[in-house]
């Protein structure tokens, strides 16, 4: 075995002078092959190969609520009951904290008593409604009676003698004074109607006036607007709360499940999907898995980070995580097509440019690329590369900026001890 490593060791020395010794040749004239008059070195090579990459990225997370909201009253009291502090559970629509407002207690008594008030007006002027219409029935019938009588007499008064002039007189002026009758009602029906219209207005009004005041009232109640716990008060009985507060009475968050919030490399973000799970640790609890669920993507990137934010829910029954948490996010990544590698000495890096050396028809050609992800395949150290490449090039083993482009070489391929290092 030391034999063969020898050997090896004496074959990469010989093959590297060779090159060495054929680009200090090439300086003057890069890019021109080797005249038949000159020596081709040998130069070992290996193809580039195509694999599908399955990694694991370490990245770092924050934990947060679901649901997380500061609680303030919506009109401004004292404080009169709190029923909750930090760490309590509480249920949606639970009541949390009572205040007392005296001038809004006052405004509801006095916008009642105006809604009740104008609903009586409303009330009475609808029972002279009734009246006024009854009046103009019973007169419109009593017109009706006359108005027949005098029909009758003047159609008898064609007829000399039957009926006399004084009659008929009479007849027609008890007719036009039934009809006066009537016209009066039905004014006074109209006026009554009226009447009702604006008191029923005006206890719209009054009555929407008390139920606006009725809303203030029920504000000075704050509840719980859904399922949670209770992580900071800042408040106690007594004390002057409002909308404007500088400090919110209660904090409530939503703890039964979590958002993982963890952002994403730009390089990787091709590698996320909706729906996958993701495991993750936390430092509370050492050698212990947890998992989470691909929920929302920002679909943007962050330009000063390069990163996309990933939003994952996390499951949280027991309580055992809590927001404010740092995970350490074992995040799959995976590329969208299969990757090209090389061994990591076949890249060469100098100060202008990364490349490898591609052997094409004996002839070597500098191909620029991207390095990419490290990775061990079967105890062999590769490197994934991004280039104008394909899989099964021939490229040198060792990148070197000493072995020029354009030279002719001979390829050789390492020896299956180089191959299984």
Avoid at 1 to 27: E, I, N
Avoid at 166 to 188: C, D, G, H, P, S
Avoid at 260 to 273: F, N, Y
């Amino acid at each position: 075995m030391a034999r063969k490593q020898l050997m090896f060791s004496l074959f990469m020395a010989f093959t590297l002078q060779a090159a060495c010794t054929s680009g200090g040749q090439q300086k003057s004239g890069e890019g021109k092959p080797a005249t038949a008059a000159t020596s081709i070195p040998t130069v070992t090579v290996t193809s580039v190969l195509s694999q599908e990459l399955s990694r694991q990225l370490k990245l770092p997370g924050e934990l947060l609520a679901y649901q997380d909201v500061m609680l303030y009253p919506k009109v401004q009291g004292f404080i009169e009951w709190i029923g909750v502090d930090r760490g309590s559970a509480v249920r949606a629509g639970q009541l949390l904290v009572r205040l007392s407002a005296p001038e809004i207690n006052s405004q509801k008594r006095e916008a009642d008593a105006k809604a009740g008030a104008a609903q009586a007006y409303k009330l009475q002027a609808e029972s002279q409604v009734s009246v006024a219409r009854a009046q103009r029935v019973e007169a419109e019938a009593r017109l009706a009676g006359t108005a027949a009588s005098y029909n009758r007499m003047k159609s008898a008064a064609l007829t000399q003698g039957v009926v006399s002039g004084n009659e008929l007189e009479n007849a027609q002026r008890l007719m036009e004074a039934e009809q006066a009758r009537v016209n009066a009602y039905r004014e006074t029906e109209n006026a009554a109607l009226a009447q009702v219209k604006a008191l029923s207005e005006n206890a719209t009004a009054t009555r929407e006036a008390a139920s606006s005041v009725q809303t203030s009232q029920n504000y000075l109640k704050i509840v719980a607007p859904f399922e949670g716990v209770i992580t900071e008060r800042n408040a106690h009985p007594g004390t002057l709360a409002g909308p404007s507060g500088s400090q919110p009475v209660l904090r409530l968050q939503q703890i039964s499940r979590l958002r993982l919030l963890v952002s994403v490399p730009e390089s990787e973000v091709a590698s996320v999907k909706a729906g996958a799970l993701v495991n993750f640790t936390v430092p509370s609890f050492p050698g212990e898995t947890f998992a989470g669920k691909v929920a929302r993507l920002g679909n943007a990137v962050d330009p000063k980070t390069r990163t996309m934010p990933v939003e994952l829910d996390v499951n949280n029954a027991a309580r055992r995580l809590a927001p404010g948490m740092f995970p350490q996010v074992i995040w799959p990544a995976t590329r969208p097509r299969p990757s090209l590698l090389v061994p990591p000495s076949a890249v060469a890096v100098t100060t202008e440019r990364t490349f490898v050396i591609r052997i094409r028809d004996g002839v070597t050609e500098w191909m620029d690329v991207k390095r990419g992800t490290s990775t061990n395949q079967q105890g062999v150290d590769l490197v994934e590369i991004f280039g104008d490449l394909a899989p099964g090039d021939q490229v040198a083993i060792r990148g070197t900026d000493e072995l020029r482009a354009g030279v002719r070489v001979k390829a050789n391929a390492p020896p299956p001890t180089a191959q299984n290092k």
